[in-house]
């Protein structure tokens, strides 16, 4: 029983290239959320989604970033144009359900270096 | 608004001490309070969900309480092993992500 997978698990993009994290959720599991952690900082929300939809993109940042979450595939997080600030380690979570329950499992995370 | 608070910073033990970990939020209706523990280059590991003040909850040498303003995780004769940042994370009702607090580092000497 395969848990939450991330690739690739270390990223290195120059400033103005594109990143692109993929995430699969473990089996079963239709809710996926992305947190973003900085050096010596906490674990922030960025966004969750459900297969084909956006629930909450609270927490991400109005340009340059995206997440998609197709009918069919892993889970994408994608940023354009990246800048130095980026660089951070980005997890990925699922879940089997909302309501009472909400334990969120989390990937091994992809660590993006912007040189 | 909503914060999770995590002390200490971090905490350096001798195999055999127990101690405990304290977490203290303020959310406007807690759905549930979550602990992890995070191990260097790696995602949080899902360790306890606490969802009602009095609730308690053990795993080998950890054991997680809850009130109604902080929670608490004590470990009883740690191990080197048990060496890791231990994360503690909170949901909201009607919300469904996790706020999380920075983190106690702990490091138990053999």
Redesign the interface.
């Known amino acids: 029983n395969a848990g939450?997978m991330?690739n690739p698990r270390h990223l290195v993009r120059r400033r103005g290239q594109e990143a692109r994290l993929r995430c699969s959720p473990m089996k079963g599991h239709s809710?996926v959320?992305w947190?973003r952690q900085l050096p010596?900082?906490?674990?922030?929300?960025m966004v969750?989604l459900q297969k084909e939809n956006i629930?909450?993109e609270?927490?991400m940042p109005k340009e340059r970033f995206s997440a998609e979450f197709p009918k069919e595939g892993p889970s994408i997080l994608r940023i354009q144009q990246v800048v130095r600030g980026d660089s951070a380690a980005y997890?990925c979570?699922s879940?089997p359900r909302?309501g009472?329950?909400?334990?969120?499992?989390?990937?091994?995370?992809t660590r993006l270096t912007v040189l | 608004e909503d914060q999770?608070t995590q002390s200490p910073e971090a905490l350096r033990l001798q195999e055999g001490e127990s101690s405990s970990l304290n977490c203290s939020y303020t959310v406007s209706g807690l759905?549930?309070l979550?602990w992890?523990r995070q191990d260097p280059g790696?995602?949080?590991?899902?360790l306890f969900?606490l969802?009602s003040a009095g609730e308690e909850k053990e795993k080998e040498r950890l054991k997680a309480t809850l009130t109604k303003k902080e929670s608490f995780l004590h470990i009883t004769a740690p191990k080197p092993e048990d060496s890791a940042t231990y994360?503690c994370?909170v949901?909201k009702n009607r919300?469904?992500?996790?706020?999380?607090?920075?983190?106690t580092r702990l490091h138990i000497l053999p």
């Open positions: 939450v991330q809710h959320y947190y010596e900082e906490g674990l922030k929300f969750y629930i909450d609270s927490g997890f979570a879940s909302t009472v329950y909400n334990e969120q499992f989390f990937g091994p995370g | 999770v759905r549930g979550f992890y790696k995602g949080p590991e899902f969900t969802y994360l994370a949901c919300d469904d992500k996790i706020i999380f607090g920075k983190g």
